[in-house]
């Protein structure tokens, strides 16, 4: 049972720099929060702020009501669990698991029975004797979850404990630890620069980038509703593309055009932006945003030359080349393209963002405008 | 397989000849290795050989030429005379040719002083040994797990007093210990041991800490420990190796060392060994047997020292070198 909140919290290294700017958070109880971002964003050390392994510049980190910002981090009820897995080599499994619970100066019969019941829920009770340095990477990451798990923590932490497993494993491990979060009912921050990874895995998002907040939503909004061109560009694969052009109005309409490009602006897209006839903007198609197969009509056609066709099993990815920028959109593989051709494109018009190209913020979803 | 690949003789003959190349460089990189096995044997192992097998020897047949590697005449008196001498009559310029003329055997006056002064040695060295560990740890890991303030400016001062040699620190050590009314006391000797090796100390553990990861010690505090109990649960055990790295360098370093030994102590109740072997050499009568049997006693320690940690020797001193 814990809510962790962030009031004006920064955090500054002795080298001067700054990692943390000013981050006002508010993680609720048993809410599962996952911190994306670029590596050097900052969120491993908000992460490692909660966990108490660093200290908190200024401003106030509040367990609950409690300012914890000197507990020392044997004294705040965390588990973390590391990229590295951080197993002790020296001691066995059995040993791993219940160091933290020994520390803590717990009853012998007590460790035994959970490490015991966290072994049987990983699957690892056969391992129990055995010394990490002889398990592979996901037993290892298993034994890591067990140490967590046994402590029954008020805050679970997660520093890309994925990284270091292959793919396949990755998969399956996501599904573990959502189903951990929901039956541990507890509150779980997890840092991770996969956009897959926290798509999967939150309840909400929180997008940084040095050490500034982004955008704080659920997985849906972060996606759909990005703030600015940063949040738009970090989720997506292939990247959302950008395109520059500007605002024509027409007829109670909004028009955005670029060359021969003339695409019309969906209507609450158009109500915002009533009345700012030649704003320059900056406009974002998603890369599944685009469809070849329906006929494209006078008002969402995006004509433009393939040059390039990646397959990737289920679906494509189509490069193309339209006005001296490339654009890479993912289509159905049951196209043949060959590089060279013109290829028609109708867009998804209800899905379109726009930006301001100075400030790289959405047009659409302003803060507080789409919440 | 249906159809063998058609090859020349031509091409096989070649084969034959690579062959035949390769086996003989095998051959002769074997050879090299062994006859430089073998010299550099003979190169250590002689010395000691010779101090071993003189120390049974008399005075006469230690200068015989040829000199006799196994002894004709094995005798212990040497070793009699260090391990039983209590009250011995005391040997001056005036009854020195008392000495058995015949055999040539010879006991310095000082005979009775050796054990005494290898409990000296003894204690210096383990004091040191013990020492260096309560100090260097703790110092090693704060300066390689913990961020603070001068980090590097200290680890740079620790080092630069190793630069200095130690005879320009000599005379200001000995202003030092007079002043503190420490001379000829053992703890002058441990003080100004632990100056010399410390800072070594801390350099070789800070080395083989850094090499173990962060995350070790995040997550020790995360399960619990204090920065002393992840220091003590965690890397203690996982830095085994360059402890007893460290162990026999302060051990052996303590054991040896003259300079200073030889200007803070004057008797029997602060000389360490290596004093009290130099001043055989500049008795009345010199007996090389007598100094080479005490030479054997001096050795023994070290050795039971590094026969003990054996296994533990190799891995730590490479530790410090290569990180990870």
Redesign the interface.
């Known amino acids: 049972m814990a809510r962790i909140q962030f009031n004006k919290v920064n955090k500054r290294?002795?080298n001067g720099f700054h990692a943390v700017k000013d981050l006002n958070l508010e993680i609720r109880d048993k809410e599962f929060l996952v911190l994306l971002g670029p590596s050097g964003c900052g969120k491993s050390t908000t992460l490692?702020m909660i966990?108490?392994?660093e200290e908190v510049s200024d401003g106030e980190l509040l367990f609950d009501d409690r300012i914890v910002n000197d507990a020392?981090?044997?004294k705040r009820d965390?588990?973390?669990v590391?990229?590295?897995y951080?197993?002790?080599?020296?001691k066995s499994v059995y040993e791993n698991i219940g160091?933290?619970l020994r520390?803590?100066r717990m009853d012998k019969a007590e460790i035994d029975r959970r490490v015991r019941d966290a072994a049987t829920r990983l699957e690892i009770t056969h391992l129990l004797d055995s010394r990490p340095g002889n398990l592979s990477g996901g037993q290892r990451q298993r034994v890591a979850l067990g140490?967590a798990m046994v402590?029954e923590p008020a805050v679970f932490?997660m520093d890309e404990p994925l990284s270091n497993l292959d793919a396949a494993l990755r998969i399956s491990m996501r599904a573990e630890i959502k189903e951990l979060h929901r039956t541990m009912q507890t509150t779980f921050v997890f840092v991770t620069h996969d956009q897959a990874e926290a798509l999967t895995l939150a309840d909400r998002i929180v997008v940084m980038r040095d050490g500034v907040v982004q955008q704080i939503g659920t997985p849906d909004d972060i996606y759909e509703r990005p703030r600015n061109t940063f949040v738009a560009s970090f989720l997506g694969s292939p990247p959302i593309n950008y395109l520059d052009g500007q605002i024509d109005t027409v007829d109670g309409g909004s028009l955005f055009r670029r060359g021969d490009l003339s695409l019309r602006l969906p209507p609450h897209v158009a109500e915002r932006l009533a009345g700012q006839g030649g704003r320059h903007v900056t406009l974002g198609i998603r890369a599944e945003d685009v469809d070849e197969r329906h006929q494209a009509g006078a008002d969402n056609l995006l004509r433009a030359r393939v040059k390039s066709v990646l397959p990737i099993g289920s679906d494509q990815y189509l490069g193309v080349h339209f006005d001296k920028q490339e654009l890479y959109f993912r289509v159905g593989k049951d196209l043949a393209h060959k590089p060279g051709e013109t290829v028609d494109l109708a867009v998804d018009l209800s899905r379109l963002h726009v930006f301001d190209p100075e400030t790289s913020r959405s047009l659409i979803w302003e803060d507080g405008a789409a919440q | 397989m249906d159809t063998a690949i058609q090859v020349s003789e031509q091409s096989r003959r070649d084969a034959e000849g690579y062959r035949r190349a390769r086996l003989r460089a095998l051959w002769v990189r074997r050879m090299v290795i062994f006859v430089s096995a073998v010299v550099l044997s003979i190169y250590v192992l002689a010395p000691v050989v010779w101090l071993v097998s003189s120390s049974v020897q008399t005075e006469a047949e230690i200068t015989s030429v040829p000199p006799h590697w196994i002894p004709e005449e094995p005798t212990l008196q040497n070793y009699r005379a260090i391990f039983s001498a209590t009250e011995e009559e005391e040997i001056t310029y005036e009854n020195r040719s008392g000495v058995d003329p015949v055999s040539g055997g010879f006991i310095p006056s000082t005979a009775k002083s050796l054990l005494p002064a290898m409990g000296n040695s003894f204690i210096v060295a383990c004091a040191v040994v013990v020492l260096n560990l309560l100090v260097g740890v703790p110092a090693a890991y704060a300066i390689a797990k913990i961020?603070f303030?001068a980090r590097n400016a200290s680890v740079y001062f620790i080092l630069t007093t190793r630069v200095i040699p130690d005879i320009a620190l000599v005379v200001p050590f000995f202003l030092m210990i007079k002043n503190l009314g420490l001379l000829d006391t053992l703890s002058s000797l441990i003080i100004t041991y632990l100056a010399v090796t410390v800072p070594f100390t801390v350099f070789i553990l800070v080395q083989y800490f850094e090499g173990l990861?962060d995350?070790?010690d995040?997550?020790?505090?995360?399960?619990?420990?204090?920065r002393f109990?992840a220091l003590i649960?965690?890397y203690l055990?996982?830095s085994l190796p360059s402890l007893v790295a460290v162990v026999l360098f302060t051990f052996l370093t303590s054991w040896n060392e003259f300079l200073l030994a030889l200007m803070f102590t004057q008797t029997e109740a602060s000389q360490t060994l290596p004093i009290l072997l130099a001043a055989f050499t500049s008795d009345f009568t010199i007996s090389f047997s007598f100094i080479n049997a005490a030479g054997v006693l001096a050795i023994v320690p070290p050795v039971i020292v590094a026969i003990v940690f054996e296994r533990y020797i190799v891995s730590g001193l490479t530790a410090g070198a290569v990180k990870g």
């Not at chain 1, 951080?86 to 020296?90: E, I, K, M, R, V």
């Open positions: 290294y002795a490692n966990a108490g392994l020392p981090p044997h965390v588990a973390m590391f990229q590295s951080a197993l002790y080599p020296h160091f933290g520390m803590r140490r402590r932490l | 961020r303030m990861p995350e070790l995040k997550a020790a505090r995360v399960d619990g420990c204090s109990q649960h965690v055990p996982l």
